[in-house]
């Protein structure tokens, strides 16, 4: 235990479902994610410790999200962490992807660069899929993205 603790030493901590969802929808834009990325639900307490870039999102139960945009189901533990950096989160625990009859674990999630207008997902083993960015944005980005000229 004394390792989690470590990890989370000097973190900005949230408590509540609207100050949590705010802080990670904050943190999506501020790394160059859409917002719909991770649509957690019922958020109980959110972290980060800006000097090691690790964040956390605590949710009062598991939640499963079926992306139509990509076609993937994915599982959200009550627990999800992962280090930060702009375009890029890694070390992610806690997300899994139903692939065909198996749940593969996501560990890192990448931003191509922005005129790809592509984002990855990787498992452990550095196996990964990629698929255009709009299939993770909400309808609010995903119409103003539309409304910008790009496709």
């Known amino acids: 235990m004394a390792l989690v603790e470590d990890k989370r030493a000097g973190a900005e901590i949230v408590h509540g479902a609207?100050?949590?969802?705010?802080?990670?929808?904050?943190?999506?834009?501020?790394?160059?994610?859409?917002?719909?990325?991770?649509?957690l639900q019922d958020l109980v307490e959110c972290g980060r410790?800006?000097?090691?870039?690790?964040?956390?999102m605590k949710q009062k139960a598991p939640y499963e999200h079926f992306f139509v945009g990509s076609n993937t189901r994915v599982s959200y533990s009550t627990e999800v962490t992962a280090y930060v950096e702009k375009g890029r989160m890694k070390k992610m625990t806690g997300?899994?992807?139903?692939?065909?009859?198996?749940?593969?674990?996501?560990?890192?999630?990448?931003?191509?660069?922005?005129?790809?207008?592509?984002?990855?997902?990787?498992?452990?083993?550095?196996?990964?899929?990629?698929?255009?960015?709009?299939a993770f944005m909400t309808e609010e980005e995903k119409q103003k993205y539309l409304e910008n000229g790009n496709q």
């Open 18 to 39: 609207q100050e949590c969802y705010q802080q990670s929808i904050d943190l999506l834009e501020e790394l160059g994610f859409p917002k719909g990325v991770l649509p």
């Open 49 to 56: 410790v800006k000097e090691t870039g690790f964040v956390w």
């Open 95 to 134: 997300i899994k992807s139903k692939q065909v009859f198996l749940w593969v674990p996501i560990s890192e999630m990448i931003m191509e660069e922005p005129a790809t207008k592509k984002i990855t997902f990787k498992t452990p083993m550095g196996l990964g899929r990629t698929f255009p960015v709009t």
